[in-house]
């Protein structure tokens, strides 16, 4: 190499080194394809890890608020795709505590067994993969029976709402919701076309395809806030900052309080029934 070139390497190298976290596996990095094959880090791959690192912090400081700081908790993942949150998770939290457990729930037969491979390969072995998908994890026989921390990082459609099912099920401690697009309301609300509310200018929300889907999300998302608060918790909504690659940036972090907000459970009943999505109550939004 000639001077030009060590001083461009070593350059690079001090890069990395001020974006790295003490101890940070940077096999699991290259794998992830944060970085590359040489161990570079890009414009795009220094964005994608701020974005993980974002991310990471918040559901950090939840999982030091559990008892010996989260050193023995279990974390599930719904739709954990690469399971790059689980992997980051288990690098920078669970791995140097030597303790706690991390599980990923997948339907994708591949991606869970690329999963299970890097885990074996980077010896992190309190991480498991399920094959099965979020509606059949609360009975699964691999999972315990409490969770302290459950995750649902864009889990397609109704995935979201499997995750939360599995962590009112698992009494779990927190909830870390990004949802995804979903599509169960809109498809209601298209076929009731909102009954009540149908006569009203506030029918106006959904009369273009697209409105009736942007709406159903939201109305959605607003659902499920209601019924975590009906069932025990307490809700914040804010935007996962940084994350300008998808549209889809909602942040629901739900925290167990054990207090069931009665008027938050008539409120949940009265937007179902005003939006003529009733039938949620039997399957989506049964009253605890
Ligand atoms: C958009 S990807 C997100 C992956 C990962 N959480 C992330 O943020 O990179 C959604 C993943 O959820 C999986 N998935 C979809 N429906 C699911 C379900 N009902 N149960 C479990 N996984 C599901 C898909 O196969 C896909 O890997």
């Given at each position: 190499m000639n001077g030009k070139a060590v001083a461009k390497a070593s350059k690079a190298e001090a890069e990395l080194q001020e974006v790295l976290r003490p101890g940070q596996s940077i096999e699991l990095l290259k794998e992830l394809h944060?970085?590359?094959?040489?161990g570079r880090l890009n414009q795009d791959s220094r964005r994608k890890l701020k974005q993980v690192y974002h991310l990471f912090q918040f559901i950090e400081k939840l999982l030091l608020e559990l008892p010996e700081e989260g050193t023995h908790a279990s974390l599930a993942d719904h739709g954990a795709g690469k399971s790059y949150l689980g992997f980051i998770l288990y690098d920078l939290f669970f791995g140097p505590r030597g303790g706690g457990r991390v599980y990923g729930i997948e339907t994708r037969a591949e991606l869970v067994d690329k999963s299970r491979a890097l885990a074996k390969r980077l010896g992190f072995d309190r991480m498991a993969f399920l094959n099965i998908s979020a509606a059949e994890s609360a009975d699964?026989?691999?999972?315990?029976?409490?969770?302290?921390v459950v995750t649902a990082l864009h889990a397609c459609d109704t995935a979201t709402d499997d995750a939360i099912a599995f962590g009112l099920a698992k009494q779990a401690r927190f909830m870390v919701l990004v949802p995804c697009c979903q599509a169960e309301v809109a498809a209601c609300l298209r076929q009731t076309k909102a009954l009540s509310l149908?006569?009203?200018?506030?029918?106006?929300?959904?009369?273009h395809p697209l409105h009736t889907r942007e709406i159903g999300s939201q109305l959605t998302n607003v659902l499920r806030c209601l019924y975590l608060e009906a069932n025990g918790y307490q809700v914040t909504v804010t935007e996962l900052v940084?994350?300008?690659?998808?549209?889809?940036?909602e942040l629901i972090i739900a925290r167990r309080t054990g207090q069931r907000k009665a008027s938050a459970a008539g409120r949940l009943q009265e937007l179902l029934a005003q939006f003529g999505l009733e039938s949620l109550l039997e399957t989506r939004f049964r009253p605890g």
């Amino acid at each position: 190499m000639n001077g030009k070139a060590v001083a461009k390497a070593s350059k690079a190298e001090a890069e990395l080194q001020e974006v790295l976290r003490p101890g940070q596996s940077i096999e699991l990095l290259k794998e992830l394809h944060i970085l590359t094959r040489e161990g570079r880090l890009n414009q795009d791959s220094r964005r994608k890890l701020k974005q993980v690192y974002h991310l990471f912090q918040f559901i950090e400081k939840l999982l030091l608020e559990l008892p010996e700081e989260g050193t023995h908790a279990s974390l599930a993942d719904h739709g954990a795709g690469k399971s790059y949150l689980g992997f980051i998770l288990y690098d920078l939290f669970f791995g140097p505590r030597g303790g706690g457990r991390v599980y990923g729930i997948e339907t994708r037969a591949e991606l869970v067994d690329k999963s299970r491979a890097l885990a074996k390969r980077l010896g992190f072995d309190r991480m498991a993969f399920l094959n099965i998908s979020a509606a059949e994890s609360a009975d699964a026989a691999e999972l315990p029976a409490q969770i302290d921390v459950v995750t649902a990082l864009h889990a397609c459609d109704t995935a979201t709402d499997d995750a939360i099912a599995f962590g009112l099920a698992k009494q779990a401690r927190f909830m870390v919701l990004v949802p995804c697009c979903q599509a169960e309301v809109a498809a209601c609300l298209r076929q009731t076309k909102a009954l009540s509310l149908s006569r009203t200018p506030l029918a106006e929300l959904w009369r273009h395809p697209l409105h009736t889907r942007e709406i159903g999300s939201q109305l959605t998302n607003v659902l499920r806030c209601l019924y975590l608060e009906a069932n025990g918790y307490q809700v914040t909504v804010t935007e996962l900052v940084g994350w300008e690659h998808s549209l889809k940036n909602e942040l629901i972090i739900a925290r167990r309080t054990g207090q069931r907000k009665a008027s938050a459970a008539g409120r949940l009943q009265e937007l179902l029934a005003q939006f003529g999505l009733e039938s949620l109550l039997e399957t989506r939004f049964r009253p605890g």
